[in-house]
């Protein structure tokens, strides 16, 4: 009964029906308490899913006790060098890292990844993940240097275990980019940021929005360069994926309008910068 009920809250999560999901998450951990008692590995596991479905909801002060009871729990059961534990760490410090609590998301980002490198080992992917944590944590505070290796190592361990035309490398390619772009090396950024679009182009076809975000990407560093005709190309490329996939009153179609917008008025075409914002406020408004 559990198991069921446990999956389809993941279930429900993933097609982004989320008080249908934390419904049927509250109702898997009561079945899970009353099946197993409250310090079973099982409840530990309902408890991270639905703290998972408060953070998808923006409620952080209602996840963090649900974590942080799932991590008691784990380590209790399991040791505290078990992988369960470092997933639940990283789930805690990805939280406070949305919210900007850089101090207090270090140590836990940090202690997952000794757990996951001493208990599967220096080249599993699941440490690429707790690498890019890290990475990101570096270049949110403006540790660039530091931020870089962690990136390289990443993709190193990804394009072995995976290939390197997959979903995964193509997510640190561009993170990678992005790091090169916050230091404004946009001709370093440029070539990852292609190789990443022709990922996403390649796994999820032409017109997707994950290409759109690639396309968006791509014309940023472009423009840098001054590459403004290309750059303009592609950000209106992925405007037009945007407005197919979301139609012309959606919230992600005022965004995209709010960036192609920011691109003119960048380069002095203001009547035409003002004309996107206006209509993008209307979308906004309504």
Same mark, same amino acid.
């Given at each position: 009964?559990?198991?069921?009920?446990?999956?389809?809250?993941?279930?429900?999560?993933?097609?982004?029906?989320?008080?249908?999901?934390?419904?049927?998450?509250?109702?898997? =951990?009561?079945?899970?308490?009353?099946?197993?008692?409250?310090?079973?590995?099982?409840?530990?596991?309902?408890?991270?899913?639905?703290?998972?479905?408060?953070?998808?909801?923006?409620?952080? %002060?209602?996840?963090?006790?649900?974590? +942080?009871?799932?991590?008691?729990?784990?380590?209790?059961? =399991?040791?505290?060098?078990?992988?369960?534990?470092?997933?639940?760490?990283?789930?805690?410090?990805?939280?406070?890292?949305?919210?900007? +609590?850089?101090?207090?998301?270090?140590?836990?980002?940090?202690?997952?990844?000794? $757990? $996951?490198?001493?208990?599967?080992?220096?080249?599993?992917?699941? =440490?690429?993940?707790?690498?890019?944590?890290?990475?990101?944590?570096?270049?949110?505070?403006?540790?660039?240097?530091?931020?870089?290796?962690?990136?390289?190592?990443?993709?190193?361990?990804?394009?072995?275990?995976?290939?390197?035309?997959?979903?995964?490398?193509?997510?640190?390619?561009?993170?990678?980019?992005?790091?090169?772009?916050?230091?404004?090396?946009?001709?370093?950024?440029?070539?990852?940021?292609?190789?990443?679009?022709?990922?996403?182009?390649? %796994?999820?076809?032409?017109?997707?929005?994950?290409?759109?975000? %690639?396309?968006?990407?791509?014309?940023?560093?472009?423009?840098?360069?001054?590459?403004?005709?290309?750059?303009? %190309?592609?950000?209106?490329?992925?405007?037009?994926?945007?407005?197919?996939?979301?139609?012309?009153?959606?919230?992600?179609?005022?965004?995209?309008?709010?960036?192609?917008?920011?691109?003119?008025?960048?380069?002095?075409?203001?009547?035409?910068?003002?004309?996107?914002?206006?209509?993008?406020?209307?979308?906004?408004?309504?």
């Amino acid at each position: 009964m559990w198991e069921q009920m446990n999956r389809k809250a993941v279930e429900l999560f993933q097609n982004g029906k989320y008080d249908e999901a934390l419904d049927m998450g509250k109702k898997a =951990l009561a079945e899970a308490e009353k099946s197993y008692g409250p310090d079973d590995p099982r409840v530990a596991r309902s408890l991270n899913n639905l703290a998972e479905i408060y953070r998808a909801r923006v409620k952080y %002060s209602e996840a963090e006790p649900l974590w +942080k009871r799932a991590l008691d729990i784990r380590e209790r059961a =399991l040791g505290k060098d078990h992988p369960d534990v470092a997933t639940t760490l990283n789930n805690i410090a990805g939280a406070y890292f949305e919210q900007g +609590k850089f101090d207090e998301a270090e140590p836990l980002f940090r202690r997952a990844l000794r $757990i $996951i490198e001493k208990s599967l080992g220096p080249e599993h992917p699941d =440490l690429a993940a707790s690498l890019t944590n890290m990475a990101a944590l570096n270049r949110a505070i403006g540790k660039y240097p530091a931020a870089k290796p962690l990136y390289d190592r990443a993709l190193k361990i990804l394009e072995k275990a995976s290939g390197p035309e997959s979903l995964e490398v193509g997510g640190v390619l561009n993170d990678l980019a992005g790091l090169y772009e916050s230091q404004q090396r946009f001709a370093d950024a440029e070539p990852l940021y292609r190789r990443a679009l022709g990922i996403a182009e390649k %796994s999820f076809g032409p017109y997707h929005p994950h290409v759109a975000a %690639s396309l968006s990407n791509l014309a940023a560093t472009l423009a840098g360069l001054r590459k403004y005709q290309e750059a303009e %190309s592609l950000m209106l490329r992925a405007q037009q994926i945007l407005e197919t996939n979301f139609g012309e009153k959606h919230p992600y179609t005022a965004t995209g309008l709010e960036n192609l917008a920011e691109f003119y008025e960048g380069i002095g075409r203001t009547e035409e910068a003002n004309a996107l914002k206006a209509r993008a406020a209307e979308i906004k408004r309504r």
